[in-house]
């Protein structure tokens, strides 16, 4: 028998079962992994956020395959033919494939042409031409004639006894976990364009796959995931081979090594007698007619989930790594969104968020007025304060930000155009930021009821301002997936895309906590607990009644009972407050270990928060008891000593290079500081200000081997680039952050070469590896396809 779910999941998370029967519990009951991996380290023995969702994950797979492994025990009993060896195997399956084969000559199917043969009485006759080759098939097969059911001749009858055979053969499930093996080492993926797409310029993005092979096995997702787009799109013919098999698709007249397994598993041996070659033959057609095809299906699946995964992690990572940005912090912002005829837009946020005032200016084409648009913005400065400006990173960017550059020149001036607050002089600070998903932002419900009168382009502004100031806040409001910082994400199972991403969301916003009487609907949406019904709720009760004066005010909220506060107090924050424990991350159910340390110390609360030296000379043991473990109490007293650290970094930004606005502007060997906007697997995208992000190719993050790029670096890191080549026809840029590597020149426009130009068609993951000076290494520019 299996080991229990418990210990089957213990053993993949190198925990104790204790552990994980705990951490079950916990979550059967309701409560959520960032209050579990928070607030209930001793109930768990310290399981991280990770490794519950890890466990989460798992929990409800191994709970599918129970309930299927019952399902499946019950049909084959109801059929009468449970054996207790069947029952046995079925009961020590340990994945859903390997049950569904064992399951598969049992399942109920539509007639197939073997049941047909069977009930015309053909069957012995199968049985006996497997048991004794030497039996002429033709003169045996006379005996089971039956014109009644369509089987009036040998052929036919023969025929009829291959198919009974290759049903048999084709539902062996050790045969079948063998093959799925053996194909899975030694399958090749052989990818041809097709007919009529070579030259077709919506192909064009595929020529590097037009002639390409390369073990399954070796396969990496984002390759995967353009094979696939591919094929969907027509372009490509995407077939599984064995390494084995002649590259021209031709049939060997020697069976293949999956043919052979064959064989041996059926104990069919070719030694001239009278039903070798038709019992050889049916075991080569068990391959080619029945089981090729659905491994071929079965594996290229597997392929596709395998790099699904890999997808949604990578975008799991780089998601984290943008709601995790620095904040600017509490300023008034200006947000600019740049257009060019369609005018710049421009919102004015407060310190808090909330919208002050609103323009459009047109300083580019084809209004140009130039003076008119620093008139207007240095208005709004004067009439606000602005300290920081932020410039959305679209289409007109750089020369929103050159503007936005000569506003902060002219306010520096001793002698400024029109008079200016002192405030202003020297303190302002322009800003790119990514504006990805700020018009899906616009555009949505939620938009629409926090702006009713406001224009939809003006929203787009109040995004990119609020989203400088507080980018977790901010980009909360924007479904994960319209970030954009995945790839291929359209291709990925959307279903498992979002849960991925929701569970990101929520870890993110849990760590950082949240300040309950300023958080937007949104915001404490993802608050452990707390669903947009309860959070409406808050915000209701908050608008109705003025601030929060206490987390326990929160349980006069509609709707939120006790089990609710227990999950979600602890991540709220009133900074505000009667009681300064509720702006920490401090647990309302822990406030009583907090009162033994201030009778210990006859200090108050509002003294001991932040006495670094008395907390440090405290034995966190001497308060623990039944409830409270070291863990928990450890992290009481780091909480007062910094309370409500926000555990994301300081805030810095990047700075492009004067004159270099268009990609026409690089020049190999430039040495240029970006932003890091996108992390996939085989290198990282970088905003260097020029409309067009470059490539660093995996081989060009550091001066060693780097298997995964989010070793190096993750999304929103400001990185030094230095230029290696840029494509012009293209539009494809490849970086190094090697700096002291040796940029060779190149035609602008040379095309990488694709593996069979090369004559090395299964070196694909070597190549990947070359040197970020080639050509090759850019070609991978085009992958970032949203």
């Known amino acids: 028998m299996l080991p229990a779910i418990h210990e089957r999941i213990a053993t993949e998370l190198a925990a104790q079962p204790r552990q994980v029967i705990a951490a079950i519990e916990l ?22 956020d990770t490794q519950l969702r890890t466990l989460e994950e798992r929990l409800g797979y191994l709970r599918e395959l129970e309930e299927r492994r019952t399902a499946v025990l019950a049909s084959i009993e109801e059929q009468g033919k449970l054996t207790p060896p069947l029952r046995a195997e079925i009961e020590n399956a340990e994945s859903k494939q390997r049950l569904e084969d064992l399951y598969l000559p049992y399942k109920q199917k539509r007639r197939t042409k073997a049941q047909i043969a069977r009930e015309a009485g053909i069957e012995p006759l199968a049985d006996a031409l497997l048991a004794d080759p030497s039996l002429k098939p033709e003169e045996e097969a006379a005996k089971y004639f039956n014109v009644d059911a369509g089987f009036a001749d040998a052929k036919e009858v023969l025929d009829g006894a291959r198919q009974i055979l290759m049903e048999r053969f084709a539902e062996n499930a050790e045969l079948v976990g063998q093959l799925r093996e053996y194909v899975g080492e030694h399958g090749v993926v052989r990818v041809s364009v097709a007919e009529g797409k070579e030259n077709d310029s919506e192909a064009a993005k595929f020529r590097d796959y037009f002639t390409y092979s390369e073990k399954l096995g070796n396969i990496p997702s984002h390759r995967a995931l353009a094979l696939f787009r591919g094929r969907n799109e027509d372009v490509l013919r995407v077939k599984l081979a064995l390494d084995s098999d002649p590259e021209d698709g031709s049939r060997s007249p020697e069976p293949n090594p999956c043919e052979r397994k064959i064989l041996v598993a059926a104990g069919i041996k070719d030694q001239g007698r009278a039903a070798d070659k038709w019992l050889v033959d049916t075991a080569r057609w068990t391959w080619s007619v029945k089981l090729a095809l659905s491994m071929e299906l079965d594996l290229m699946g597997k392929l596709r989930e ?68 620093l008139h207007t913005l240095t208005g709004l400065i004067e009439k606000h304060g602005v300290q920081l400006i ?71 502004a109040v995004s990119i301002a609020r989203r400088l100031q507080d980018p977790l806040a901010e980009l909360v409001k924007i479904e994960p997936k319209a970030i954009g910082v995945g790839q291929y994400q359209h291709d990925l199972n959307q279903g498992k895309l979002a849960k991925s991403l929701d569970a990101v969301v929520e870890d993110c916003v849990n760590a950082v906590g949240v300040d309950v009487n300023t958080a937007s609907a949104a915001l ?99 308060y623990t008891d039944e409830r409270f473990g070291l863990p928990t109490v450890q992290d009481i007293l780091r909480e007062l000593d910094k309370p409500g650290r926000d555990p994301r970094p300081e805030f810095k930004t990047a700075s492009f290079r004067e004159g270099v606005e268009a990609i026409k502007d690089l020049e190999a060997g430039m040495l240029l500081e970006g932003v890091v906007t996108n992390v996939t697997a085989f290198g990282a995208f970088v905003d260097i200000g020029v409309h067009q992000d470059g490539l660093v ?33 293209r539009k494809r840029i490849a970086l190094t952050m090697r700096l002291s590597d040796d940029v060779v020149r190149k035609p602008t426009g040379e095309a990488p070469r694709n593996n069979a130009q090369r004559g090395k068609p299964q070196q694909a993951s070597r190549a990947e590896q070359a040197p970020a000076g080639s050509a090759f290494a850019a070609a991978f520019a085009k992958a970032r396809q949203r």
């Not at 009972?561 to 999950?567: I, L, R, S």
Request: aromatic content about 4%.
């Open 27 to 48: 979550l059967d009951g309701g409560a959520t992994v960032p209050f579990i991996a928070r607030y209930r380290k001793e109930v768990t023995g310290g399981l991280d």
């Open 306 to 373: 395998r790099a699904e995964e890999e997808a949604i992690r990578v975008f799991a990572q780089n998601l984290k790594a943008l709601l995790l940005a620095a904040p600017a912090g509490a300023k008034t912002t200006m947000g600019l969104d740049p257009g060019i005829r369609t005018g710049v837009k421009v919102a004015v946020v407060d310190a808090t968020g909330k919208l002050l005032d609103t323009a459009t200016v047109y300083p580019h084409e084809p209004r140009r007025d130039w003076d008119g648009a």
């Open 390 to 460: 932020a410039i959305g990173n679209g289409t007109a960017s750089r020369e929103t930000d050159k503007l936005a550059g000569e506003l902060i020149a002219r306010l520096k001036q001793p002698s400024p155009p029109a008079p200016l607050p002192q405030g202003a002089r020297g303190a302002i600070t322009k800003i790119v930021v990514s504006e990805a998903g700020a018009s899906v932002y616009s555009a949505s419900e939620l938009a629409a009821k926090e702006f009713p009168e406001l224009d939809v382009s003006l929203r787009g």
């Open 524 to 622: 404490l949406t993802c608050i452990s607990g707390l669903n947009t019904t309860l959070a409406q709720n808050i915000v209701a009760h908050r608008d109705a009644n003025g601030a929060f004066s206490s987390r326990a005010a929160l349980k006069k909220v509609p709707r939120l009972g006790d089990k609710t506060f227990e999950q979600c107090a602890g991540f709220l924050r009133i900074n505000e407050g009667d009681n300064p424990l509720d702006r920490s991350a401090v647990h309302p159910e822990a406030y009583p270990v907090v009162e033994k340390i201030l009778a210990d110390v006859k200090l108050k609360a509002r003294d001991l928060i932040g006495d670094s030296a008395v907390l440090k000379n405290l034995d966190a043991r001497k």
């Open 697 to 729: 190719h995996v081989s060009a993050l550091a001066n060693r081997f780097i298997k995964d790029p989010a070793e190096v670096v993750k999304a929103g890191d400001i990185v030094k680039v230095k230029v290696v080549e840029v494509d012009l026809p």
